[in-house]
């Protein structure tokens, strides 16, 4: 297997501000006009945008959230897991990787507006991933909250919160 560096260099990859290494991959040429789009976006957005993100041992992606379902395919290293707050305030985790006798999946979605993290478990080197975001990923549309916010709104959350914010 190689290592989390190889893969940085090999895909050029750049440090993400929600923590991590990302590489955009696709960004669809043609796009949705807003008057097409759910109200919550502000403007036209490219149909898709595709990335690969790459998490390493003593990084993790801090909760953040996007307008957009975006969709998880594991690729290389060990297993990550993503956890998000869903639309009725439940704590979900997905396991992200190859052993589907661990209850591993290849791919996974995060709902549109859901507060989201991951993080490799304890002992794994890296995580290579790709993220598909429809419509688009554009940053106008990227949360990241500060700790203290999210504590305010999910106190039964806190050790996952301390975890995934900065």
């Not at 990859?13 to 929600?18: N, Q, T």
């Not at 690969?52 to 395919?73: N, P, R, T, V």
């Not at 591993?104 to 080197?125: K, R, T």
């Amino acid at each position: 297997m190689q290592t989390a560096d190889y893969w940085i260099e090999k895909l050029g990859m750049e440090a993400h501000p929600e923590g991590g290494f990302f590489k955009e991959t696709y960004k669809s040429s043609e796009s949705f006009a807003q008057e097409g789009l759910p109200n919550r976006f502000n403007g036209a957005r490219v149909f898709s945008t595709g990335i690969y993100f790459l998490i390493k041992k003593g990084h993790f992606s801090a909760f953040h959230k996007i307008k957009s379902d975006e969709m998880w395919h594991f690729y290389e290293g060990h297993p990550l897991e993503i956890c998000f707050i869903d639309a009725e305030a439940k704590l979900n985790f997905i396991k992200l990787g190859r052993d589907f006798e661990k209850g591993e999946v290849l791919q996974a979605v995060v709902p549109a507006n859901c507060w989201f993290g991951s993080y490799l478990p304890e002992g794994c080197d890296y995580a290579l991933v790709g993220c598909t975001v429809s419509p688009g990923f554009d940053f106008q549309d990227f949360e990241m909250p500060e700790r203290d916010e999210l504590l305010k709104l999910y106190p039964e959350f806190s050790d996952i919160i301390l975890k995934l914010t900065h």
